[in-house]
């Protein structure tokens, strides 16, 4: 009888042992484009991989999905052969491992997006959010290798650069925030006699800057903070490309400094009312930023408001600089504030970069991160700096001599008109 007893308690101990085992791990699948690039033309191929970090080297099998509707394909590589315009859309992709008590699957990946544009002109920009004070390199992209003699780019349906020759790029040169917007290109060439144009597809441009405003909060009177004190944490996003300068916090009540600059997002101060603040300074860059005041018990007096940016002087090199190419045989472009576009007549916005200067006093030098108990976790050392200690926290074708008319997706071409649509680009 013992032993039968023995047996059922052993039994039902395994059952509960692997009733907890959890199917998902804490690490998640890397989606990256290996050819190809985010917007192409119909017939055009790209290339997707999936990666698991998993430092054990286990054998993984892959899940793809657009969207939410799983594809057949379970290789490491995602292929788009002579993709359509109904191919393209956001691609993820996780692991799966097959195990002695189940599959155990990976967190999904962060999305890739691919659209595939059934027109003629594709403008291409890079994949990435520019950074204010950066150059932006884009490409006027053509279907075939028209000898064309004009580009012109466009910001919000307004011409904002024309240049005359070959050369199907253009350089927006010390960016600002007022930069991004979505952008298209026309080209143009001739032919047989006519003069033939076709237009891209809006295209959206992100430009973010180095260093967010910071947000202060002030968390008080809850487990994790000692009574009589609370923590002052200073919320920004720091966007700079690694390897990234340090950035430095201070604290400050009443315009006057609690402590040391600190590298970290948060400091425990003692409950007091007052008028607090932080700022946020990457000397490398000669970058500052200031919050908002922000006040905490009964307050007296008027409120100030802080100087909220002091741009850096000299741009820094954390991005790769994009100088423009010579072209000693082809004019320059040229600037087309006053001519008027197909779209609208408007004036085209200019890319100039304003400057203020800070009139706060220099700050002495860094000193370690001041201790804080053992109640108040660490800040999240990402680029997106939210951590608080107290909750988780198309184009159509024309000729100026003919007809030319098309839709997007099928390209047609009958008795020497040519057609096409491109679709709307959406993006991250």
Not at 281 to 309: H, Y
Not at 377 to 395: E, H, K, M
């Amino acid at each position: 009888m013992d032993t039968v007893i023995s047996l059922l308690v052993l039994s039902t101990l395994a059952q509960h042992v692997v009733s907890v085992v959890p199917t998902v791990t804490s690490f998640r699948a890397i989606l990256e484009k290996v050819s190809g690039d985010s917007r192409i033309f119909s017939g055009e191929d790209a290339r997707l991989r999936c990666s698991i970090p998993d430092i054990h080297n286990s054998r993984w099998d892959y899940l793809w999905f657009r969207g939410s509707e799983q594809l057949t394909q379970t290789g490491e590589y995602f292929v788009l052969w002579n993709a359509g315009v109904r191919d393209g859309g956001k691609f993820y992709c996780k692991g799966v491992r097959d195990t002695a008590v189940g599959n155990i699957y990976t967190l999904q990946s962060l999305p890739v997006e691919i659209n595939v544009d059934g027109g003629w002109a594709i403008l291409q920009v890079p994949p990435h959010p520019a950074l204010v004070g950066d150059t932006l390199k884009v490409t006027c992209r053509l279907r075939r290798n028209f000898p064309i003699h004009e580009v012109i780019l466009y910001k919000d349906g307004v011409e904002v650069m024309r240049q005359r020759g070959p050369n199907p790029q253009f350089y927006l040169t010390k960016l600002t925030l007022k930069d991004k917007g979505m952008y298209s290109c026309r080209a143009s060439w001739d032919a047989n006699g006519r003069t033939h144009s076709v237009m891209s597809a809006d295209t959206s441009v992100q430009v973010l800057e180095l260093v967010t405003q910071p947000v202060l909060e002030i968390v008080a009177n809850n487990d994790q903070t000692p009574a009589g004190w609370m923590t002052l944490i200073c919320h920004l996003q720091y966007n700079a490309r690694g390897p990234a300068p340090p950035i430095h916090y201070y604290f400050y009540k009443d315009d006057k400094r609690l402590g040391t600059a600190t590298s970290e997002n948060h400091d425990l101060v003692r409950q007091s009312p007052g008028q607090y603040s932080c700022k946020a300074k990457v000397p490398q860059l000669d970058i500052t930023r200031w919050s908002e005041p922000k006040g905490f018990g009964e307050v007296a007096g008027p409120q100030t408001r802080r100087p909220l940016v002091v741009h850096r002087k000299v741009p820094w090199p954390l991005s790769p600089q994009v100088s423009s190419p010579s072209f000693s045989m082809l004019p320059p472009a040229e600037s087309t504030m006053a001519r008027p576009s197909p779209h609208q007549s408007t004036v085209a916005s200019s890319f100039i970069q304003p400057t203020e200067v800070s009139t706060q006093p220099s700050d002495p030098p860094l000193k370690p991160a001041q201790p804080t108990p053992s109640t108040v976790p660490p800040p999240v050392l990402s680029i997106n700096q939210t951590a608080t200690p107290t909750r988780d926290n198309s184009a159509f074708l024309s000729q100026e001599s003919g007809d030319m008319s098309g839709e997007s997706g099928d390209m047609l071409e009958e008795s020497g008109d040519m057609s096409g649509n491109s679709s709307e680009t959406v993006t991250h």
